[in-house]
């Protein structure tokens, strides 16, 4: 098991959730992950990192599979410009490469907001850490889970 992995199995067991990580073929798109586990693509929570630019630390963005991010709504929200985070950042701050960018298990505590419309969901799915593996649990644990704050930001 990856140290990624391992990272998002104790986060999820130090929260008293008793989730089931699964591996599936692939899963580095929302569609694939989608499809990889039967779901709506909107049930898969995308965790999208941008660099913050004055502060230049990473901020994390939940949002649902078929909703694309709004730099700028995001850039209000973070109360300074956003620009791409690189890997680099994203490795640093986070834990995870690119593709596999779970919403817990970070290596570093990280400012987050989470899509109202992934609420909307009983059951939603998110990357465990790599690209090839998943975990579900219930939508509403997500914010206490992570600490994002529900926010309007997609376009």
């Known amino acids: 098991m990856s140290k990624s992995l391992k990272r998002v199995r104790a986060a999820l067991d130090d929260a008293g959730l008793p989730v089931e990580i699964v591996e599936v073929e692939k899963a580095r798109t929302a569609q694939e992950a989608a499809e990889a586990v039967g779901c709506?693509?909107?049930q898969i929570a995308k965790s999208i990192i941008f660099r913050a630019e004055e502060s230049g630390e990473a901020v994390l963005f939940l949002t649902a599979g078929g909703n694309r991010v709004c730099a700028d709504k995001a850039s209000a929200l973070a109360g300074e410009p956003l620009g791409k985070a690189?890997?680099?950042l994203i490795r640093g701050q986070t834990g995870f490469?690119?593709?596999g960018v779970s919403p817990v298990g970070h290596l570093s505590?990280?400012?987050a907001w989470i899509d109202p419309?992934?609420?909307?969901?009983p059951r939603v799915w998110a990357a465990a850490g790599t690209p090839?593996?998943?975990?579900?649990?219930d939508a509403h644990v997500l914010p206490g889970l992570t600490g994002a704050v529900a926010a309007e930001f997609t376009e």
């Open 40 to 42: 709506e693509l909107d």
């Open 86 to 88: 690189d890997a680099a």
């Open 97 to 99: 490469a690119i593709g």
């Open 109 to 111: 505590p990280i400012r």
């Open 117 to 121: 419309r992934l609420l909307e969901f």
């Open 132 to 137: 090839r593996h998943l975990f579900a649990l």
